[in-house]
């Protein structure tokens, strides 16, 4: 159950036992909201966010989209992305993500936002990133690749890609066109 400001209120399905003693988990109040907590050893779980790296790829003035092939979002389109794994650098995670679902190799430039939702335990850090290698295929994960306009975008798999799109073209709007990362100059755009 989601409370009034979309914080999960009870324990998950799977949350049955404690992961430290294997005793019975129950619900109570810890730091004014409902969590499961061990009532043999007292160890509360906690329920942290999953961490999601994109990239927004530039070519000549259009941004890289894969249609995806994953049950979420199936068949619909997005800007390369997955999850971050477990001690992985995000930048590192975002580039690893762009050459599985792509082929390109991309170099990540800078960060466009973080991006989350009320009641969504998925954060997405999206990252303006261009091209250095690679050449564009479908990986396993993604049944189409190409580079869209933005005033010309296929069906977005997720509310927050078009908000991610907009944050980009902002930023690189107000940057000349072009984003600047430190003595790095001008990047953001393959065309260079």
């Known amino acids: 159950m989601l409370t009034s400001r979309g914080m999960l209120e009870s324990m998950l399905p799977g949350d049955k036992f404690c992961p430290a003693c294997a005793s019975p988990?129950?619900?109570?109040?810890v730091a004014d909201k409902q969590r499961p907590v061990c009532p043999q050893c007292g160890r509360v779980v906690y329920y942290d966010p999953?961490?999601?790296a994109a990239a927004i790829v530039q070519r000549q003035g259009q941004v890289l989209m894969?249609?995806?092939a994953n049950q979420t979002g199936y068949g619909l389109w997005s800007?390369?992305?997955g999850y971050v794994d477990r001690g992985e650098?995000?930048?590192e995670a975002a580039a690893?993500?762009?050459?599985?679902e792509t082929g390109l190799v991309v170099q990540v430039d800078v960060l466009v936002g973080l991006f989350s939702e009320a009641g969504n335990p998925v954060l997405v850090a999206a990252f303006a990133a261009h091209e250095v290698g690679g050449s564009l295929k479908p990986g396993a994960e993604a049944l189409e690749v190409g580079f869209f306009s933005l005033d010309q975008?296929?069906?977005l798999a997720f509310p927050r890609d078009q908000q991610i799109l907009a944050r980009w073209q902002a930023l690189r709007d107000g940057n000349s066109g072009r984003f600047k990362s430190g003595s790095e100059g001008d990047i953001g755009d393959s065309t260079r």
């Not at 988990?25 to 109040?29: D, I, K, N, V």
């Not at 690893?96 to 599985?100: A, I, P, Q």
Request: charged share 45%.
């Open 79 to 81: 800007m390369p992305g």
């Open 66 to 68: 894969i249609r995806r």
């Open 89 to 91: 650098v995000v930048e």
């Open 25 to 29: 988990l129950a619900e109570r109040e």
């Open 50 to 52: 999953k961490v999601v």
């Open 153 to 155: 975008l296929p069906p």
């Open 96 to 100: 690893r993500e762009v050459e599985e």
